[in-house]
C-alpha cells in the first residue's frame, strides 16, 4: 500500500500588527511616545503652579510687609523660569521663611523706626515744657522756627517781689522769647549741664532776645558764679519790694499750702519778748537784698543789673516797662496802651489795645488777701530792715522810699 503523501506546509503568518507586550519582570527600554507627552504636560503644568505661588505676588509692587498676612509666608519673587530645562517636579514643595523670621525682620525695622518717633515727641514736649502754662505775646508773636540759644537775659529775683508780673508784661514784645516755667538751672539743675539748659529755651530769630526768670537764683551763693561762668555779659533784672510786705506775702503763699503751720508773729521771732528778729527764717532772709547784693557785686558791674520796683510796677507798669525795655535794647513797644488796672485783685491786668478781649490778669495765686499781722511786729521787722535797706540803696544808687511808705501808713 502506497503511503500517505505529507501534508502542505502551514502558510506563513500574517505581520504583526505591535510588539508583544515584554513578558513579567521585564523594564521597558524607553519611553513610549504618549508616557512622554504626558510628562511634558506635567513639567509645563509644574513650572505654572510654581510661577504662580512664588512670583504671582510680586507684580504688586508693595513692601513685604503689606503683601503677606502676619505670620505668612515671605520670600522676594524669583525670576521666572527659563523655558528649558524644567524645574524639577518638587520645586512648588520648597519650604518658605518661618514666620518668626519674618516677625523678627518687622521687629528690627520698627526698632529702627522707633527712636526718630520718641524724638520727635520728646521734642515735641521739651517745646510745652519751655513755654510754659502759656504761649502768648512775644512766645505766641513769632512762628516756631529759629534756633534754641542760651538766655542773654535772666529775671532772678525776687520771689514775690513781682517777677511774674514782670515776666507776663515783658512776653508782650515780639522780640522777647521767654520760658514761661522757672527752670532753676543755677540752684537746682546744674548738674545737668548746659546742653539740657540750652533745650529748654524757645527757639529765637535773630535778633531777638531769649530770657527765663527764676527768683530763687538772687539768694543761691552759687548762682552769681555759675551764671558769670555761662556768659560774662548776660543781663540781669531784679524786682524788688518793701522787705516786711514781702516778708508777708511770701508767708501767705505758704499758708495757702500749708494751713496748720504756725503764725507770722510765731516765725518771724527768735525770742518776742527780746525783739530777736529770726533771719534764717527764709521770709525774712531773703529781704536783706544788701546781703545778697554784695555776693552779685562780685561776679557783675552795676551796669548789668536792672533793679525794678515792685511797687511802681503796680502803680505805673508802663513806667517800669519803659526802663526795661531800654535795659535790654529794645524799642518801646509794651506801653500803657497794654495795662488794666484791676480794682478787685489791685493790681494791672494785660491787654492787647489792637482788639476789644477782656483785660488777662494773673491767676488767683496772685495777689492773696495778706492775713491780719500784730502792728507791733511790723513795726519790729521795719526796724530790722532800715539799715539793711539803707545800704541797699547806697549799693545800687537808688531810693525806693520803703522808709517813707511806712511812714505813711
Known amino acids: 500500500m502506497a503511503p500517505w503523501p505529507a501534508p502542505p506546509p502551514p502558510p506563513p503568518p500574517p505581520p504583526p500588527l505591535a510588539a508583544p507586550p515584554p513578558p513579567p519582570g521585564a523594564s521597558a527600554k524607553g519611553p513610549p511616545a504618549r508616557k ?23 507684580s504688586l509692587q508693595f513692601p513685604l510687609a503689606l503683601q503677606e498676612p502676619p505670620g505668612a509666608a515671605a520670600e522676594p519673587p524669583p525670576s521666572p523660569p527659563p523655558p528649558s530645562p524644567p524645574p524639577p517636579p518638587d520645586a512648588w514643595l520648597r519650604t518658605p521663611p518661618a514666620a518668626g523670621d519674618m516677625a523678627t525682620a518687622q521687629s528690627a525695622l520698627l526698632e529702627r523706626e522707633a527712636p526718630e518717633s520718641s524724638t520727635a515727641d520728646d521734642e515735641l514736649a521739651g517745646r510745652r515744657a519751655a513755654n510754659g502754662s502759656s504761649d502768648r505775646g512775644g512766645a505766641a508773636g513769632t512762628p516756631d522756627y529759629g534756633e534754641k540759644k542760651l538766655p542773654q537775659a535772666l529775671i532772678v529775683g525776687v520771689k514775690k517781689g513781682g517777677t511774674r508780673a514782670l515776666l507776663e508784661a515783658i512776653r508782650v514784645h515780639p522780640d522777647v522769647r521767654a520760658v514761661g516755667v522757672e527752670p532753676h538751672f543755677f540752684d537746682r539743675n546744674y548738674e545737668k549741664g548746659l546742653e539740657w539748659y540750652r533745650n529748654v529755651m524757645p527757639k529765637t530769630l535773630d535778633g531777638q532776645v531769649t530770657m527765663e526768670k527764676t527768683p530763687s537764683y538772687f ?11 555761662m556768659a560774662k555779659d548776660i543781663k540781669l533784672i531784679v524786682v524788688v519790694r518793701n522787705p516786711v510786705t514781702r516778708a508777708i506775702s511770701d508767708y501767705t503763699q505758704t499758708l495757702s499750702k500749708k494751713p496748720e503751720i504756725p503764725t507770722f508773729e510765731v516765725l518771724a521771732f527768735k525770742n518776742r519778748t527780746l525783739g530777736l528778729i529770726d533771719a534764717s527764717w527764709s521770709a525774712i532772709r531773703i529781704g536783706i537784698y544788701a546781703l545778697h547784693l554784695e555776693n552779685w557785686l562780685q561776679y557783675f558791674p552795676l551796669s548789668q543789673i536792672l533793679f525794678v520796683s515792685g511797687e511802681r510796677l503796680i502803680v505805673d507798669p508802663a513806667g517800669e516797662m519803659a526802663k526795661v525795655q531800654d535795659f535790654l535794647g529794645l524799642k518801646r513797644v509794651v506801653t ?5 488796672f484791676n480794682k478787685t485783685k489791685g493790681f494791672p491786668c494785660l491787654k492787647k489795645p489792637e482788639d476789644s478781649s477782656a483785660p488777662r490778669c494773673l491767676g488767683k495765686s496772685k495777689g492773696r488777701t495778706h492775713p491780719r499781722i500784730d502792728p507791733d511786729v511790723i513795726h519790729r521787722l521795719q526796724k530790722f530792715y532800715k539799715p539793711f535797706n539803707m545800704m541797699f540803696y547806697q ?14 501808713k
Request: net charge negative; with cysteine.
Open 219 to 229: 539768694v543761691t551763693n552759687e548762682a552769681p558764679q555759675r551764671i558769670h561762668a
Open 336 to 340: 500803657e496802651k497794654h495795662f488794666y
Open 36 to 58: 512622554l507627552l504626558f510628562m511634558c504636560t506635567l513639567s509645563l503644568s509644574v513650572t505654572y503652579l510654581c510661577y504662580s505661588l512664588l512670583g504671582g505676588s510680586g
Open 395 to 408: 549799693m545800687t544808687g537808688q531810693d525806693f522810699q520803703w522808709e517813707r511808705e511806712e511812714g505813711d
